[in-house]
Each structure stands twice: as C-alpha cells, then as structure tokens.
C-alpha cells in the first residue's frame, strides 16, 4: 500500500509545483504588462531557475532594455554563456557597460574579468584593475580578490602588497573562505605593523557600514 501511495504523492507534489510556477508566471506577465521593469527581471528569473534559458533572456532583454540594471547584468551573462542565445561576447560587453554605468557592482567585474581574460577583447589589466575597483569599492568580494591580485602582481597597476592585504582583509570579513587562503599567502611579505595597519583599515570599513572605500 505505501509502495502505491508515494509515486502517488510524487506527481501531486509535481502538479502542485507546476501550478504554482504557472500562477507566478502569470501574476508577473500582468505586472510587466503595465511596464514593470522588476516584474520583467523576476519573470526572467523564474524562468531560469525553471532552467527555460530562451524565455528567461526575452525577458531579461525587455528589463533590460527598460533600464534595469540588474537585468543588464544577467542578460550580459547570458549572452557571455550561450544561454538561451547565441554565444556574443561583444553584446555582453555591451549589456554590462550599460550596467557598470549605473554602478552595477556585478557588471562591473564581469568587465573586470573580461578584460583579464581577453575573451573577445584585448587583454587590459589596467582595465581589468580599474573595474575590479569599482565594483571592490561597492563590496563586490571576488573583486576585491581579484584586485589584490593585481596588486601582489603588479599587473595593471604599481605593485603594492599592503593594498593587496587589505583588499584581501576585506574580502576575509565579509567571509570568504578563499580570502582566508590569500590572506596567508600575502601576509608573510609584510611587517606586523603593516599587518596591523591593514587590519584596522579593514576593520574601520567594515564598521562603517558604507560598503565603499576611497583611495589606494
């Protein structure tokens, strides 16, 4: 009897998920209807966690083209990956240019990491360095590793090993696990007073709770 009852309980399980997503798809289709660039974005996004990747980028492309940020952002992803479109580095430069101009700290290092790439565009670390910042200044965490790279590397920018700690200090209080592993990779070039200083200044931003910070 039980052996029976569980495929049974399965599919009601299934035909409940199913309605549900239905019900959401059409509450958010009402809502985009009347030029609701969020609605557009979540629609897009239920879609894709449906794993349906041509209608989550029809979706993300009318949000995005509405404006939103966060929709430029994935639908330049989407473009990056092949999702639901054909693969196109150029409109994903493009979709996330967009982004990054509206402080998208997402956009800004996918920018990032296409300029260290060099994926169908010339390499630029000091283009790579130069958005990593922006997006490490609004609490982006693989940025802010990625920065501190640059910096440990001298690569775009003049090599500087206090920064890289405290880019990567940042990054351990936010809880990175793989900036607890930078961190020990970084800290023996330093003095204790360059330890300590790196600390407090990481500390100090943390507590602001600005999530930004000026300078080099």
Same mark, same amino acid.
């Given at each position: 009897?039980?052996?029976?009852?569980?495929?049974?309980?399965?599919?009601?399980?299934?035909?409940l998920?199913?309605?549900?997503f239905?019900q959401?798809?059409?509450?958010?289709?009402? /809502?985009?209807?009347t030029?609701d660039?969020?609605?557009m974005?979540?629609?897009? %996004?239920?879609?894709?966690?449906? !794993?349906? &990747?041509? !209608?989550?980028?029809?979706?993300?492309?009318?949000?995005a083209?509405?404006?939103? /940020?966060?929709? +430029?952002?994935?639908?330049?992803?989407m473009?990056?990956?092949?999702?639901?479109?054909?693969?196109?580095?150029? /409109?994903?430069?493009?979709?996330?240019?967009?982004a990054?101009? +509206?402080?998208?700290?997402?956009?800004?290092y996918?920018?990032?990491?296409?300029? *260290?790439?060099? %994926?169908g565009?010339?390499?630029d670390?000091?283009?790579a360095?130069?958005w990593? /910042? %922006?997006?490490? !200044?609004?609490?982006h965490?693989?940025?802010?590793e990625?920065?501190?790279?640059? &910096? *440990?590397?001298?690569?775009?920018?003049e090599?500087n090993?206090?920064?890289?700690?405290?880019?990567?200090?940042?990054?351990?209080?936010?809880?990175?696990?793989?900036?607890?592993?930078?961190?020990k990779?970084?800290?023996?070039?330093?003095?204790?007073?360059?330890? !300590? %200083?790196?600390?407090?200044?990481?500390?100090?931003?943390?507590?602001?709770?600005?999530?930004?910070?000026?300078?080099?």
């Amino acid at each position: 009897m039980t052996d029976c009852i569980k495929p049974l309980l399965l599919c009601l399980a299934l035909a409940l998920a199913v309605d549900v997503f239905a019900q959401n798809v059409d509450e958010l289709k009402a /809502r985009a209807a009347t030029g609701d660039k969020i609605a557009m974005r979540e629609l897009a %996004e239920t879609y894709f966690g449906n !794993q349906d &990747y041509a !209608q989550a980028a029809q979706w993300y492309a009318k949000a995005a083209k509405a404006g939103d /940020r966060k929709a +430029q952002t994935s639908l330049g992803l989407m473009y990056a990956r092949g999702y639901g479109v054909e693969k196109d580095i150029g /409109r994903a430069y493009k979709w996330w240019s967009f982004a990054a101009a +509206q402080n998208d700290p997402g956009a800004q290092y996918d920018l990032g990491n296409l300029y *260290f790439s060099g %994926e169908g565009i010339k390499q630029d670390y000091a283009q790579a360095a130069h958005w990593y /910042r %922006e997006a490490a !200044q609004r609490g982006h965490i693989q940025a802010q590793e990625n920065l501190a790279m640059l &910096y *440990f590397d001298g690569k775009g920018v003049e090599k500087n090993i206090p920064q890289a700690y405290y880019l990567t200090k940042l990054a351990v209080l936010q809880g990175s696990d793989d900036a607890t592993e930078l961190l020990k990779k970084i800290a023996p070039y330093l003095t204790a007073e360059q330890i !300590q %200083e790196g600390d407090a200044k990481a500390d100090d931003w943390l507590k602001s709770g600005k999530k930004i910070w000026r300078g080099e």
